[in-house]
DNA sequence: AACCTCTACGTTTTT
DNA sequence: CGTAGAGGTT
């Protein structure tokens, strides 16, 4: 233990060492904090909690298994896979399975993702008769999100004066009609949204003392991180389950709440100490994360924020160089800079590509990067966006595995039902939804009763219903004895999804084949990981369990490879990268557009650009871009504001138009000018004709608009049925193509007319290929 | 029921 | 610009 403390600073130690009563840890960018919480929990095991005593909530899956690897380093795996350690909503589903029937449900609930809880809502407006234009599903599905974390349920909803006139005010005064309805829908169907993992536990706590008495003598130490993403829903679990004995320790820093559209709340971080008397605070103020000049640039810049616990976060590292800031005329040169800036210190500094990461505020800008990275044969990876499990023909196998563990799941069943194609189409299920709702029952004891729902359809409907039913019986039959891995392969054969994707060879059926490649991998991974832990039946339930709380974040990379890393803000916290690419620094993309309404918001966006200057190490680069393709439109970008927060002393300005320490754009309005300039380059590119800034030309060659130019030239050749199958559009035999992917080669052959034109490639690198002229993304050279 | 075309729509972040 | 969803067509 003794050289555990001897890897601390002063304060760090104190932190770690303070263990009689509850504390707050407030823990400045990289000063640590894992850290204090790892030799903590390791504190602790050595005197004398057991691993199940102490229970460990994080916010992301990746941060629990991470803290979970350290402890194991510390203590040994058998000891630190035994803490109750994972995201509140992991390990609260594991408690409301166990004591599901207190509460309605059945151990085997399902969990709704976010997208089945809108195509729910969605389904509940249509039924109504409700106009989906005033009755958003999304915004619906915010409304009823916010009442859950609220703790609010359908009955106190009609209750509660202000959200009922609220609702007025906006002209929707049936949301609560529609909550309830939602709500009663998902009991039905055995299901969980996200937010009604948090609920129902406050609801098994509160109506149960018994249970609530039980957890409390369990948990005999409770940690929490980044307590200031806590919404009131956690708060109170927390506060229920330790208030009492005051053994907490809860770590956080106001300064990186970056959550609070989903509910959290700071104040819940700022007020704990009147929560919980004789709550110690101590602070973790020196960071060891970046280089002095970093630190320093980012406290100039949270400094403008009014709301925030003082505190003085200093390095002693390095001075470092200074932030530069580049500014791009356009969305599309801010890629070509980064990229080869990237490539500049990859080749002079001596980096490899995994010290990179460009970090976005929102996923849609990814694009441009892919494609810069891409030009210049820069690896990267990419996270967020859509995840794997969210792709169609995942969530296809997916929703067969969620019926054989609960046939009740209405949207699992919603989306197979007649997939593959078995003759129940939308009328059927339109008339099974609508016996559903009318009896109160779940669509599946419409399905397995149809007559005693009396279901009008006629005799051959029904007989595909009686197969269908058959067939899920047969699933959840072959469930109760088989492995995970077992079952999913016989759901896939039976189901009829291996003929429907495996049978031909076409280009989408290959990476559809791919994913549930990928997807099998996946439970073969899981399984063998809990033989390792001991389990021998590992069941199709667990691995459900753990998939629909997983996401794409989650998803192991083989940490051989060596990329650049993309991703948003966001999902940036909590990482940490040699050199950081924040881009898109304009007024209304960041802050976001949607964020200006009151001086909280913005306050939270600094928050947000806060975090994203303190994932570096060494070297910052803030990028902005004067215009920028916004639906469709090539729109004039001024600079953000929070570049003028940041003391010009740690920044290095764009030299070409700096003049003093101004922010080229920030005081005056040069971009009318160049935006229209720049709108002549896209329609120079588009009629062929080359645009006057060189890069442009070296660069955007293989750009969209020129790809464009050759399909529309397909199309208008097919119009006049003209047949020439030596040459289509500008594309010959013989003519040279650069290919994105296969490099260049020469055309063969062409086949085919409209969108079936095919042209046989043969290409230098990787031999002759077949390109779908519909698809293919290539140039003519 | 599958396929296609057209239009409308939206762009914040995530467990 | 890109997609998703509706609506129409085979």
């Not at 009763?449 to 409907?461: D, Q």
Request: aromatic share 10%.
């Amino acid at each position: 233990m003794e050289n555990f403390l001897q890897e601390l600073n002063k304060s760090q130690q104190d932190a770690v060492l303070y263990n009689e009563g509850p504390s707050l840890v407030i823990a400045g960018a990289g000063s640590g904090k894992t850290r204090v919480l790892t030799y903590k929990i390791a504190t602790l095991l050595e005197s004398g909690y057991a691993p199940y005593n102490i229970l460990a909530l994080t916010f992301t899956n990746k941060a629990a298994r991470e803290m979970k690897e350290r402890i194991a380093g510390l203590v040994g795996l058998p000891l630190a896979s035994r803490l109750w350690m994972g995201t509140f909503h992991s390990v609260f589903s594991r408690i409301l399975r166990a004591n599901a029937d207190r509460i309605g449900f059945t151990s085997d609930f399902t969990i709704y993702d976010s997208s089945d809880s809108r195509s729910l809502i969605k389904s509940i407006v249509k039924d109504k008769g409700l106009d989906d234009k005033l009755y958003k599903p999304s915004s619906v599905q915010a409304i009823i999100s916010n009442a859950k974390n609220a703790l609010i349920t359908p009955a106190a909803y009609l209750l509660n004066k202000e959200l009922m006139e609220s609702d007025m005010y906006s002209k929707r005064p049936l949301i609560q009609e529609i909550y309830q309805t939602y709500w009663n829908r998902c009991l039905r169907a055995g299901a969980m949204d996200f937010d009604d993992l948090l609920l129902y536990t406050n609801i098994l706590f509160r109506d149960h003392a018994d249970v609530l008495e039980r957890y409390r003598s369990i948990f005999r130490f409770v940690l929490v991180d980044e307590y200031q993403d806590t919404n009131f829903a956690q708060h109170l679990i927390v506060r229920q389950l330790a208030r009492e004995h005051g053994r907490i320790c809860v770590v956080g820093d106001d300064a990186q709440s970056i959550y609070s559209f989903r509910g959290a709340n700071i104040s819940n971080i700022l007020n704990l100490k009147d929560e919980y008397p004789g709550c110690r605070t101590f602070k973790l103020e020196q960071n060891y994360r970046s280089t002095r000049n970093i630190v320093s640039a980012a406290n100039s810049l949270i400094e403008k924020n009014k709301e925030q616990i003082r505190k003085n976060v200093y390095s002693e590292n390095a001075e470092g160089s200074k932030i530069e800031v580049l500014n791009a005329y356009s969305d599309y040169e801010e890629g070509y800079f980064v990229a080869n800036r990237i490539l500049e210190m990859h080749s002079s500094d001596g980096y490899v590509f995994n010290d990179f990461a460009i970090l976005y505020r929102t996923n849609a800008q990814s694009r441009i990067f892919e494609e810069a990275l891409r030009k210049r044969s820069i690896p990267y990876r990419i996270y967020g966006g859509l995840s794997f499990y969210q792709r169609k023909e995942i969530k296809d196998v997916i929703s067969y595995f969620r019926l054989a563990v609960n046939p009740h799941d209405e949207e699992a069943l919603k989306r197979i039902i007649n997939y593959p194609a078995r003759g129940i189409g939308d009328t059927t299920l339109g008339k099974i939804i609508e016996c559903g709702v009318k009896h109160d029952v779940s669509l599946w004891q419409v399905i397995v009763s149809p007559l005693e729902y009396a279901l009008p359809v006629n005799s051959g409907t029904l007989g595909k219903l009686q197969k269908f039913r058959e067939l899920i019986e047969d699933f959840i039959e072959e469930n109760r004895s088989l492995d995970a891995m077992e079952i999913a392969e016989i759901i896939i054969r039976r189901s009829g999804i291996f003929k429907e994707i495996f049978s031909d060879r076409s280009v989408e059926n290959i990476s559809r084949q791919e994913n549930i490649q990928e997807l099998m991998n996946g439970i073969q991974e899981y399984c063998s990981n809990r033989r390792e832990e001991g389990n021998e039946h590992i069941s199709l339930v667990d691995f459900l369990a753990e998939i629909s709380l997983a996401t794409d974040q989650d998803t192991e990379e083989d940490g051989t490879s060596d990329k650049v890393t993309m991703m948003t803000v966001h999902a940036s916290k909590g990482l940490e990268f040699k050199n950081v690419f924040v881009v898109g620094l304009e007024e209304d993309l960041f802050p976001s557009s949607l964020s200006k309404s009151s001086e909280s918001e913005i306050e939270e966006e600094r928050r947000l650009l806060y975090v994203a200057i303190t994932r570096a190490e060494e070297n910052c680069v803030l990028s902005y871009a004067a215009t920028r393709y916004r639906n469709g439109q090539p729109t004039a970008m001024p600079p953000s504001r929070f570049l003028k927060d940041i003391d010009p002393c740690y920044l290095k300005l764009p030299s070409a138009l700096s003049s003093g320490n101004k922010i080229p754009g920030l005081d005056r309005e040069p971009h009318f000018g160049k935006y229209t300039s720049h709108a002549s380059i896209y329609r120079n590119k588009t009629t062929g004709s080359r645009s006057s800034f060189p890069m442009w030309d070296a660069e955007m060659s293989a750009s969209t608009s020129s790809l464009k130019k050759v399909s529309s030239l397909v199309s208008s050749s097919t119009e006049s049925e003209e047949r020439t199958l030596t040459s289509i559009g500008n594309i010959s035999v013989n003519a040279r193509i650069r290919h994105d992917r296969f490099g260049e080669g020469t055309v063969v052959e062409i086949s085919g007319e409209g969108d079936n034109c095919k042209v046989g490639v043969e290409f230098d690198q990787v031999g002759k290929k077949q390109l779908l002229l519909k698809f293919a993304k290539f140039t003519v050279i």
